[in-house]
């Protein structure tokens, strides 16, 4: 059976509140839209910017089709970096495609 | 011309080869676009022009706006473009604005660590610094400290609130209003907004300094 290509996707994965965990070994390679430094870190999904073509696609003369789901999410900056000099409510907050998410 | 005169020096841009390719590229690219008719010279110089023509003082208006206007805060934080639009101010096809407030809890500071997605239809171009690999690798490490760096030490109680915009979204931060500007009209209020301050890397001027 041929893959339908929607341009829209169907529904998102994770909503606002669900713990999730960046790919520490993602299936992307090249030119990607998630800083490494995230890799294999715990955040939890802040809000849902809705759905883009796919910029990993794109970036490679792709259409970006599916469309994939972008979310913000937050993290706790002293669960980053071990010696966060900051507040312990201080948030790093990063914009995250859902291909590179999974339940945390 | 690198010429160290009158006892200061006089800073020049060098091309860096890389970057000369990829100009030579694009110039390639441009002239085969022209010579095939699917743009025109034209075209290119009034897209530059348009893009040139961007500056924060566009981002100010829009934060005195919303200084001045609850209601308009309110769509502005839920909808940003279509907020910016009702004064006129089209950000462009492609980019999508996110606005966020600093208040006296909670302080907001943008990068992007992979590249420099900046909301330029509101801005225009980004500074140097903010595309430096320095600010872009060590605000989100450190933001404390690298805003110290530009002369703003915030509170501990403070929440910071870093902003990693790395794919489709761009975001405005609403810098929070200064204390005795009850008086002051949209116009004056814009001309305490900085382009840094709607960046989160420092706060507005203040009335009296002016």
Known sequence: ?104 | MDDDHEGHPHPTVQDAPEQALFERRVDALQALLIEKGLITADEVRQAVEEMDSRSPALGTRVVARAWTDPAFKARLLADAKSAIAELGIDVGAIATIIAVENTEAVHHVVVCTLCSCYPRGLLGYPPDWYKSLNYRSRVVVDPRGVLKEFGLELDPDVQVRVLDSTADMRYLVIPARPAGTEQMGEDELAGLVTRDSMIGVAKTRTARAR
């Open chain 1, 1 to 104: 059976m041929a893959r339908r290509r929607s341009s829209e996707p169907v529904a998102a994965k994770f909503k606002p509140g669900d713990r999730v965990r960046v790919m520490a070994n993602p299936a992307v390679r090249g030119h990607v839209r998630t800083p490494g430094y995230l890799q294999g870190k715990i955040g939890s999904v802040e809000g849902i910017h809705g759905a883009f073509r796919n910029p990993e696609s794109l970036a490679y003369g792709g259409d970006g089709l599916p469309k994939q789901f972008l979310y913000l999410v937050r993290f706790d900056q002293v669960r980053l970096w071990e010696k966060y000099g900051g507040s312990s409510q201080d948030r790093l907050l990063v914009d995250i495609y859902e291909h590179w998410l999974e339940p945390g």
